[in-house]
């Protein structure tokens, strides 16, 4: 770190702790830190007066401590949405939901680089690309989903002359969300916006690894004017605090991002309670099929972006790459050449490109793949080791000579590790691209058009990229085949994700 970073950590044995603080952000910037529950549209102690260290991954140092939720601060703040949702949000029309969400989208905008410093020393990922990427790709998702709010409608359906059918899309009321510590600005909004633009009130639960910039963005929520009650996000453990959501009587949805064990675990929840509407995007293992007429130096490029960017902690990380044998050898030294060139170090460093993991706990967890991708007959080509003495950075990793039936090409690893194997044909890199539970995302990289769409219409996956990797808009559908999900995030899609049918059925005159 070039500047040191100033804790002022709260005070744990007083009754009350500050639920806001000042910290100066390694770039210089002082950032106001909100560490309480954000409830009602104030920050709160949590009813247990518990809080929960956060962690700088690049430094493995404490940044401060926040809120620790559990049942009951879960059950405040779903009585302060049912009530928000029904005596306010549910009467506020779709132009004035647009404004709000645009206004929001205003204050992220004006306060960008304090959002992507404070993302940068919660989450490690470079300024660079919080900057670059997260934050005007979150603050756009909540301007496209600004749009659509008074452009939610249902049907006219003609049926039999003397009835008048029609049908209406009605928001949940009290909606929830779970996200991950990987992208925590834009899985916020992924979540967020679409959940507000239709008309519901939400509980929203970050990761315990990163809950200062979701809290962040609530304190701009109310800046922005929604009405008390709308928004609460509650930071705290997901055994307590997401269980509890995934639960509860009188949550009607919950979207989740993160890992199968857990989605399948809010599923059964659900089941066991009282079938809310789950959505879940969760893990990839996902194929990057590179063709011996691809522009080479390109693939390379795009290959290399799609599995180390973000530290490779992606869902949608092109983790399997299957390189047409021909062109093998030359692809893989121009590979490997750019991995050895991977900028590794302090995140806020202008020409860092990879950041540390995000905890310790991740950190093992990769390096105990890479262990066993070693164990089962797996050729590391370069890396598998830790980078400097402290934080938790990993060398960007490359394993060639792999089959499906390894560890390391069947489990998502959700770290800069990435297996690299040769095809001859079509129909055996099509064979081999479905040979997982998963089903997220998948490439092709090739200049024959017809072989691309043929492939793109064959693989089992909810977004395919050509010639290019990780490109998403908030426009455009994203979301899980197979085990890696229900549902699909942004886009007109999402909109079916937050809102029910309703199907009014009026007689004009039928005679019983
Ligand atoms: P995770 O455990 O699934 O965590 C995701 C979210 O779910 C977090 O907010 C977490 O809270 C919460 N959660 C945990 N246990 C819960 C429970 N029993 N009920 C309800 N919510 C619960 O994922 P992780 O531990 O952070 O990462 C583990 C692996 O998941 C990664 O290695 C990767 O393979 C995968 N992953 C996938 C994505 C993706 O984008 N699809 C993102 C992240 C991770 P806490 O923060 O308190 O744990
Ligand atoms: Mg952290």
Same mark, same amino acid.
Request: charge should be neutral.
């Given at each position: ?45 949590? *009813? ?24 009951? /601060? ?63 790709? !979150? ?41 991950? %510590?990987?992208?925590?600005?834009? +899985?916020?909004?992924?979540? +967020? ?55 509860? +009587? ?27 509407? *789950? ?12 063709? !011996?007429?691809?522009?080479? /130096?390109?693939?390379?490029? %795009? ?17 399997? *790459? ?142 395919? %990229? ?27 899609? !999402? ?18």
């Amino acid at each position: 770190m070039v500047n040191r970073i100033k804790c002022y950590l709260p005070l744990l044995f007083l009754s009350t702790y500050s639920n806001e603080e000042k910290i100066t952000l390694p770039n210089g910037r002082i950032s106001n830190v909100y560490t309480g529950l954000f409830i009602n549209n104030e920050f709160v102690d949590s *009813v247990d007066r518990k809080v929960f260290e956060t962690i700088n991954p690049a430094t493995g140092k404490v940044i401060t401590s926040v809120a620790e939720a559990s049942d009951k /601060d879960v059950d405040l703040a779903v009585e302060a949405a049912a009530n928000a949702f029904n005596d306010v949000w549910n009467h506020v029309d779709g132009k004035e939901r647009g404004r709000l969400l645009n206004k929001l989208a205003d204050l992220m905008e004006r306060d960008l680089e304090e959002l992507a410093a404070l993302e940068t020393l919660d989450n490690g990922k470079p300024f660079y690309s919080a900057k670059t990427y997260d934050l005007p790709s !979150a603050i756009s998702c909540y301007r496209y989903f600004a749009g659509w709010c008074d452009k939610i409608h249902g049907k006219v359906i003609e049926t039999q002359h003397d009835k008048f059918c029609y049908t209406r899309r009605e928001p949940f009321g009290v909606c929830s969300a779970i996200i991950p %510590w990987n992208y925590p600005l834009e +899985m916020q909004a992924w979540k +967020m916006a679409p959940t507000l633009a239709c008309g519901n009130t939400i509980v929203f639960k970050p990761s315990e690894l990163t809950p200062l910039t979701a809290l962040k963005v609530a304190a701009l929520c109310k800046e922005a004017g929604f009405p008390k009650g709308v928004v609460n996000v509650l930071s705290g453990f997901g055994p307590i605090v997401g269980a509890a959501i995934a639960s509860h +009587m009188k949550i009607n949805k919950v979207s989740f991002t993160g890992s199968n064990a857990v989605g399948k675990s809010i599923l059964k929840a659900s089941a066991d309670s009282n079938l809310k509407n *789950v959505s879940l995007e969760l893990g990839g293992k996902s194929p990057n099929i590179i063709f !011996a007429d691809s522009d080479l /130096d390109q693939a390379v490029k %795009w290959a290399h972006m799609g599995i180390f960017y973000d530290s490779g902690q992606c869902c949608c990380a092109g983790s399997r *790459v299957y390189v047409e044998d021909s062109i093998y050898d030359k692809f893989i030294n121009k590979f490997k050449e750019h991995a050895l060139n991977i900028k590794i170090g302090d995140p806020f460093h202008k020409d860092t490109y990879q950041g540390p993991q995000i905890s310790l706990q991740q950190f093992n967890k990769i390096m105990s793949h890479i262990e066993t991708g070693k164990k089962e007959g797996a050729t590391l080509l370069i890396g598998g080791e830790r980078h400097g003495e402290q934080g938790y950075f990993i060398k960007p990793t490359i394993f060639t000579n792999v089959n499906e039936e390894m560890t390391i090409m069947q489990e998502e690893i959700f770290g800069p590790v990435v297996s690299v194997s040769k095809f001859k044909t079509i129909e055996e890199v099509i064979k081999k691209a479905h040979l997982t539970k998963y089903g997220l995302a998948a490439a092709v990289f090739t200049k024959d058009i017809t072989r691309a769409i043929k492939i793109s219409n064959e693989l089992k996956a909810g977004t395919v %990229w050509v010639n290019c990797y990780n490109l998403v808009d908030a426009n455009t559908p994203f979301g899980g085949y197979k085990e890696s999900g229900i549902g699909r995030e942004l886009g007109k899609y !999402a909109l079916d994700q937050y809102t029910q049918v309703k199907t009014v059925q009026i007689n004009l005159g039928i005679q019983m």
